[in-house]
């Protein structure tokens, strides 16, 4: 592999880390605020993305004044890429994955979507983009054993959940996989701001219908309520996004959604570190996987 291929893939290595890192922190400050707060799942996930994805677009406008934010909706077959990945990625990744959590636990649903490698190699071997290898089986094993362990403590019973939130998550799973393969045509031509931005806007108008997001009372709001607002549409949904999906622009599919595991390892450190969550053997087991996982994947990469 020569310098800049080599480079390139660093700054993709970076980029995903932080993305699934700002995406797993977020999720358990989202949790905070569940919690402490009483604030309503639905409404969280809608006032989330219409304001980032307000601020995406803004930064794009900023950075790039010359062009048009309205450039991807030109044509016909851009404008109808740009809404199916906004509907059955952007949307229905946060959709699935909440409703596999109400009707089951968050252990399953983040289990369940991180299959979403497993279904990307699947569509790989299926449409002959490329094989398989021993080291697409030995990432993917160390990343499901891994994620497994650290969610559920190596507990069989956590997986006791009705079958709709199986369902549920495996659709997530799905959807994962769909917002990571079909967002790679539309990054060859369009700045992934505006790729993210106008996805997480059209989202976010969709869930409006269903939870406004100015029905909320936020006069019992404290400074440190407000605080853990902004750090979920900055950090947690922003920037956890966008970083994700730039990364795209220097690694494969594959190697994002592997690393994207790194979410739930960031959920559950800021749990045990800030919400004072027990953190057991097996899921230290489960951590190890998952970092040997990265190591092996950054480290052959760099051998090929």
């Not at 409404?43 to 004044?65: D, E, N, Q």
């Not at 968050?106 to 991180?114: F, G, H, I, K």
């Not at 406004?212 to 902004?230: H, K, L, M, R």
């Not at 922003?238 to 990364?247: D, H, K, P, T, V």
Request: proline share 2%; aromatic share 14%; hydrophobic share 50%.
């Amino acid at each position: 592999m020569n310098q800049l291929a080599q480079k390139n893939k660093t700054i993709g290595y970076v980029l995903v880390i932080l993305g699934a890192s700002f995406w797993g922190i977020g999720g358990t400050v989202a949790q905070r605020l569940f919690q402490d707060e009483n604030i309503e799942v639905g409404w969280l996930v809608s006032s989330r993305l219409l304001v980032a994805g307000i601020l995406l677009i803004a930064i794009y406008k900023i950075t790039h004044r010359k062009d048009s934010i309205f450039a991807i909706w030109r044509t016909k077959k851009n404008a109808f890429r740009q809404l199916l990945f906004s509907l059955v990625g952007m949307l229905a990744v946060q959709y699935t994955y909440m409703a596999s959590i109400s009707l089951g636990n968050s252990a399953v649903a983040t289990m369940l979507q991180y299959l979403s490698p497993l279904f990307i190699m699947a569509y790989y071997a299926l449409t002959r983009h490329s094989k398989l290898t021993k080291h697409d089986g030995i990432a993917v094993t160390l990343t499901l054993i891994g994620t497994f362990l650290l969610l559920t403590n190596g507990s069989i019973s956590t997986f006791s959940v009705p079958t709709m939130a199986i369902i549920w998550g495996i659709l997530s799973g799905l959807s994962a996989a769909f917002y990571t393969l079909y967002a790679v045509p539309l990054l060859q031509q369009f700045h992934s701001l505006l790729v993210v931005g106008w996805a997480m806007l059209i989202g976010g108008c969709i869930m409006s219908i269903f939870h406004q997001p100015w029905q909320i009372n936020a006069s019992s709001w404290t400074f440190e309520t407000t605080g853990y607002f902004i750090f979920i549409v900055i950090f947690g949904t922003m920037l956890a996004f966008w970083f994700y999906i730039e990364s795209l622009q220097y690694l494969s599919p594959k190697e994002t959604s592997l690393l994207g595991s790194l979410e739930p390892l960031a959920a559950v450190v800021t749990s045990v570190l800030w919400l004072h969550i027990d953190f057991e053997f097996f899921q230290f087991i489960g951590t190890l996987l998952i970092l040997c996982m990265i190591i092996y994947l950054t480290t052959f990469q760099k051998k090929t």
